[in-house]
Every structure is written in structure tokens, then in C-alpha cells.
T-cell receptor, first 116, second 116 residues
Framework: GAGVSQSPSNKVTEKGKDVELRCDPI?????LYWYRQSLGQGLEFLIY????????KSGLPSDRFSAERTGGSVSTLTIQRTQQEDSAVYLC??????????????FGPGTRLTVL | AQTVTQSQPEMSVQEAETVTLSCTYD???????LFWYKQPPSRQMILVIR??????QNATENRFSVNFQKAAKSFSLKISDSQLGDAAMYFC?????????????FGQGTRLTINP
């Protein structure tokens, strides 16, 4: 079946604007993750959704960042009042169960965000 | 908190030869999972190999194998018979056992170049 998809592929925005990044996980996967890949910080975890449980938001860098997952499927990562340091590639991943020895996180191609 | 360190920012190898990428990690947990992911220029992270910490046997996947030294907290990746398609960024990653956080903790990555 189809893999994890993300849109847009690239996004250029002006400082201070809000942006929304979308992730479509693999059908049937109950767990969804957002990561950020930037030159200075490497790959860092942002947020994790598992089924109907409260999300793990421990990686969100500030209250300008938020995410939701509607109907247990599509997720949107929102960044308000973007700053230049938000420029990065935002990667989404999904997995079947969110745990267990054989549970694999499958990644999407990412959204490259550039804040001017 | 767990940390993952990749001390080789860049590596290169001649096609058909063998190369080893290093990874060390720090954790106080006794059970966990370790992974190597490959990220080609397309940005999509691809799982190369996984290792469960409770298994003493080193994992292998075709030309890819690991040397897992639990006491030393070392997890190196060996690529045999290197191919041009192996050129990519390689990330070592850690994940807690199911009862813990399910996020992946990544190293800084090693850029692998294959010389024809």
C-alpha cells in the first residue's frame, strides 16, 4: 500500500506567519510521530500520537508549536508566528502499534520549511 | 535521558569494499532497541537494521550487519560489498522498551560516500 505522505513538500514563508504541515500515515497505523531535522539540532522528536491516548508533547520546543490528529488518521503540525530558527525539515512517521520489538516507524519524505 | 553519538561526520569507501560506521549511546535502561536508518537525498528515512538489546546475537540483513556491544554501549554498522546505492546519511537511533517513551533518539548522522 501507500507509504506515509506529507504535504507540502516545500514551504517558504515570511517570519511571523503561521504554517500548517500535513501528514497522512499508512492506513491502519495507530501511532504517528513528528520529528524535526535541522542543521544545528540534528533529528529531534516533537510529538507522538497513539490511538485515542493523550499525545506525548514533550518534544515541542515552544507553545508556538501544536499538532492534532483527526479521526486517528491525518495529522497537522501548526507553527504560529514562525521564526527563522523554525527553518528545518519536518518529518512524519507512523507505526502499526507504537511499541513492541517488531514495531517499525515508517517515515514520510518530509516538508522543508524555510522562514525568510 | 538517553543520548546517541556518532563520532564520524563523514566516511568514504571504495565500491565493493567494506565500511564500518560507529555509534555509541548512553542509557540507564536495561532493555531497549537500537536501529540504523538510511536517509538518501530524497530525505525519506529507511530502516536498515534493528537490534533488540536483550538479544546477544548480532542482527544481519543481507550486506548489513551490526556489532552490538551492550556493556560498552556500542552499536556499529558494517556494510559489506559497498554499492553506489548505499551512498546516504546514516543515522543510529535508540528507542526505549515498550513501557518507556516510544520516540526515536537519533545520533547526528554519518554521511557515507561510495567511490566508484
Amino acid at each position: 500500500g501507500a507509504g506515509v505522505s506529507q504535504s507540502p513538500s516545500n514551504k517558504v514563508t515570511e517570519k511571523g506567519k503561521d504554517v500548517e504541515l500535513r501528514c497522512d500515515p499508512i492506513s491502519g497505523h495507530t501511532a504517528l510521530y513528528w520529528y524535526r531535522q535541522s542543521l544545528g539540532q540534528g533529528l529531534e522528536f516533537l510529538i507522538y500520537f497513539q490511538g485515542n491516548s493523550a499525545p506525548d508533547k514533550s518534544g515541542l520546543p515552544s507553545d508556538r508549536f501544536s499538532a492534532e490528529r483527526t479521526g486517528g488518521s491525518v495529522s497537522t503540525l501548526t507553527i504560529q508566528r514562525t521564526q527563522q530558527e523554525d527553518s528545518a525539515v519536518y518529518l512524519c512517521a507512523s507505526s502499526l502499534r507504537g511499541g513492541g520489538s517488531t514495531d517499525t516507524q515508517y517515515f514520510g519524505p518530509g516538508t522543508r520549511l524555510t522562514v525568510l | 535521558a538517553q543520548t546517541v553519538t556518532q563520532s564520524q561526520p563523514e566516511m568514504s569507501v571504495q565500491e565493493a569494499e567494506t565500511v564500518t560506521l560507529s555509534c555509541t549511546y548512553d542509557t540507564s535502561e536495561s532493555d531497549y532497541y537500537l536501529f540504523w536508518y538510511k536517509q538518501p537525498p530524497s530525505r525519506q528515512m529507511i530502516l536498515v537494521i534493528r537490534q533488540e538489546a536483550y538479544k546477544q546475537q548480532n542482527a544481519t540483513e543481507n550486506r548489513f550487519s551490526v556489532n552490538f556491544q551492550k556493556a560498552a554501549k556500542s552499536f556499529s554498522l558494517k556494510i559489506s560489498d559497498s554499492q553506489l546505492g548505499d551512498a546516504a546519511m546514516y543515522f543510529c537511533a535508540y528507542r526505549s522498551f515498550p513501557q518507556g517513551a516510544q520516540k526515536l533518539v537519533f545520533g547526528q548522522g554519518t554521511r557515507l560516500t561510495i567511490n566508484p
